[in-house]
């Protein structure tokens, strides 16, 4: 089998989460014909009745117009979805095993679906790893399950590349369309032409295309995240200094190094740290790859100590306030690991509330979409319908999630409800100058005298 020359058209995509789903839904809003496929069954119906399955700005809307146009439907059979396309991209979920190294169960798992329905195929496929895995995985246990799975020699019989996704949450459906850069790795000429072909035909010109190794590809996934993860531990380290020093503000400091080009503003902001199901993740993972390579990668240990101590630094603050913790309230604002999201993982706000909740303080939440937190240990933890009743009587609140309607608080509405006015900006969104003198305001990291 060689492949046929014709434009590739039809897509499918195993794996509909945040990756899976905006790519699935990107490629139809530019004409391609998409499978997505799930083997969650209320996911395929929630999909194909033109809805989201979860909280993506615009995604719910990009899905009705997708299946609308004929462009879009989800299929919960991936042999079905892989024969009846020309490229599959493989976006199930890379979670984190318990030492810290990559649970690949589901990588391979759908490798070898994907492998079984290209046995019954007739003609050339491509497959594109989108999901994030330490180097050597595609070219070692993916193409081991693909071409055992299939009979077929990968390269010649079927092509095999791999593409980081560089999407964040919150913003997945643009950061889709106009990524920085376009990354492919190939393991062989013919499958990298043929992936660069379809990728500058659906980005258009512009947009930076790298064709490279598949390790290299991806590494670069990594070497991306980790460096964002030591951007956002950078900028907690200064404030925690700042934090000492009477009339530093980190804020007015990383505006000043941010404006450096060599630097840049961005994933300067210091707070209560990272969280997510990426920066956390792919942090240890790498940690824990170079650790096997034989290199103990102290950087990268060291920023995760920074953040895993971010976030207990803001509860500290909070019980430093408090005194006796017993009988008094904590209002937290925000539970999302970011804005835009209702995705909890590794949010900063599991370990503030667990701090609290420990000491005996009686702890309440309000996020605009995330309504509770059903992992064990938060039990106890409230959750008011609205910003006002979740403020009302606290003894201290807590930012945790720079939500849009957060930032238009006032002072007052701190002052009227709260039996202590005392704020701690665990995310850095209210200029303390303008927050009257009522307010007791901290902010977190910044050492104000
Ligand atoms: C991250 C990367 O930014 C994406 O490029 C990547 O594709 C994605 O992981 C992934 O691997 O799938 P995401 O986890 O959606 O995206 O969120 P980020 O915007 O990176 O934020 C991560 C965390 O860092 C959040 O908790 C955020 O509050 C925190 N953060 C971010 C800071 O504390 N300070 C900052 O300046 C920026």
Request: hydrophobic share 40%.
């Given at each position: 089998?060689?492949?046929?020359?014709?434009?590739?058209?039809?897509?499918?995509?195993v794996?509909?989460?945040?990756?899976?789903?905006?790519?699935?839904?990107?490629?139809?809003?530019?004409?391609?014909?998409?499978?997505?496929?799930?083997?969650?069954?209320?996911?395929?119906?929630?999909i194909?009745a033109?809805?989201?399955?979860?909280?993506?700005?615009?995604?719910?809307?990009?899905?009705?117009?997708?299946?609308?146009?004929?462009?879009?439907r989800?299929?919960?059979?991936?042999?079905?979805?892989?024969?009846?396309?020309?490229?599959?991209?493989?976006?199930?979920?890379?979670?984190?095993?318990?030492?810290?190294?990559?649970?690949?169960?589901?990588?391979?798992?759908?490798?070898?679906?994907?492998?079984r329905?290209?046995?019954?195929?007739?003609?050339?496929?491509?497959?594109?790893?989108?999901?994030?895995?330490?180097?050597?995985?595609?070219r070692?246990?993916?193409?081991?399950?693909?071409e055992?799975?299939?009979g077929?020699?990968?390269?010649?019989d079927?092509?095999?590349?791999?593409?980081?996704?560089?999407?964040?949450?919150?913003?997945?459906?643009?950061?889709?369309?106009?990524?920085?850069?376009?990354?492919?790795?190939e393991?062989?000429?013919?499958?990298?032409?043929?992936?660069?072909?379809?990728?500058?035909?659906?980005?258009?010109?512009?947009?930076?295309?790298?064709?490279?190794?598949?390790?290299s590809?991806?590494?670069?996934?990594?070497?991306?995240?980790?460096f964002?993860?030591?951007?956002?531990?950078?900028?907690?380290?200064?404030?925690?200094?700042?934090?000492?020093?009477?009339?530093?503000?980190?804020?007015?400091?990383?505006?000043?190094?941010?404006?450096?080009?060599?630097?840049?503003p961005?994933?300067?902001?210091?707070?209560?740290?990272?969280?997510g199901?990426?920066?956390?993740?792919?942090t240890?993972?790498?940690c824990?790859?170079?650790?096997?390579?034989?290199?103990?990668?102290?950087?990268?240990?060291?920023?995760?100590?920074?953040?895993?101590?971010?976030?207990?630094?803001?509860?500290?603050?909070?019980?430093?306030?408090?005194?006796?913790?017993r009988?008094?309230?904590?209002?937290?604002?925000?539970?999302?690991?970011?804005?835009?999201?209702?995705?909890?993982?590794?949010?900063?706000?599991?370990?503030?509330?667990?701090?609290l909740?420990?000491?005996?303080?009686?702890?309440?939440?309000?996020?605009?979409v995330?309504k509770?937190?059903?992992?064990?240990?938060?039990?106890?933890?409230?959750?008011?319908?609205?910003?006002?009743e979740c403020?009302?009587g606290?003894?201290?609140?807590?930012?945790?999630?720079?939500?849009?309607?957060?930032?238009?608080?006032?002072?007052?509405?701190?002052?009227?409800?709260?039996?202590?006015?005392?704020?701690?900006?665990?995310?850095?969104?209210?200029?303390?100058?303008?927050?009257?003198?009522?307010?007791?305001?901290?902010?977190?990291?910044?050492?104000?005298?």
């Amino acid at each position: 089998m060689t492949a046929h020359e014709n434009v590739v058209q039809r897509i499918s995509i195993v794996g509909t989460g945040y990756v899976g789903l905006s790519t699935a839904v990107c490629f139809a809003s530019r004409g391609y014909d998409v499978i997505a496929s799930t083997r969650n069954e209320d996911k395929v119906r929630i999909i194909n009745a033109k809805r989201a399955p979860f909280h993506e700005p615009g995604l719910d809307e990009a899905v009705r117009t997708s299946i609308e146009s004929g462009h879009l439907r989800a299929e919960i059979d991936r042999s079905e979805a892989v024969r009846q396309t020309e490229v599959t991209f493989l976006t199930v979920g890379t979670p984190e095993k318990a030492d810290g190294t990559v649970d690949l169960r589901y990588v391979i798992n759908a490798s070898d679906d994907i492998g079984r329905a290209l046995q019954l195929k007739n003609a050339y496929h491509l497959v594109v790893v989108k999901g994030t895995v330490t180097p050597g995985t595609v070219r070692g246990p993916i193409k081991a399950a693909l071409e055992e799975a299939s009979g077929l020699v990968a390269g010649r019989d079927f092509g095999l590349c791999m593409n980081p996704e560089f999407l964040r949450q919150g913003s997945a459906i643009r950061d889709t369309l106009h990524p920085d850069r376009v990354v492919i790795g190939e393991y062989d000429e013919q499958s990298g032409q043929r992936l660069a072909d379809l990728l500058a035909g659906f980005y258009g010109p512009g947009i930076p295309l790298l064709r490279m190794s598949l390790e290299s590809a991806e590494m670069v996934k990594y070497a991306s995240n980790t460096f964002l993860a030591v951007k956002i531990s950078y900028a907690n380290e200064m404030a925690n200094i700042c934090e000492r020093v009477p009339g530093v503000d980190v804020s007015e400091v990383m505006a000043g190094v941010g404006l450096d080009e060599r630097i840049n503003p961005r994933f300067l902001n210091a707070g209560a740290g990272f969280g997510g199901s990426c920066l956390p993740k792919d942090t240890k993972a790498l940690c824990k790859f170079a650790e096997v390579q034989g290199y103990s990668a102290p950087l990268l240990r060291a920023t995760l100590a920074v953040n895993q101590a971010q976030a207990s630094h803001v509860a500290q603050l909070a019980l430093a306030t408090l005194g006796e913790p017993r009988d008094k309230k904590v209002a937290l604002l925000g539970l999302a690991f970011k804005p835009d999201t209702d995705d909890v993982r590794e949010a900063p706000s599991l370990i503030v509330a667990r701090a609290l909740l420990k000491v005996g303080a009686h702890v309440s939440a309000f996020d605009p979409v995330v309504k509770r937190i059903s992992l064990p240990g938060f039990e106890g933890l409230e959750y008011p319908p609205s910003i006002s009743e979740c403020l009302a009587g606290a003894h201290c609140c807590i930012v945790l999630t720079e939500w849009e309607q957060f930032k238009q608080l006032t002072s007052d509405d701190f002052t009227q409800s709260m039996a202590t006015p005392v704020v701690i900006d665990g995310r850095r969104i209210f200029d303390p100058h303008e927050f009257g003198s009522r307010l007791t305001f901290l902010a977190v990291g910044v050492g104000r005298g």
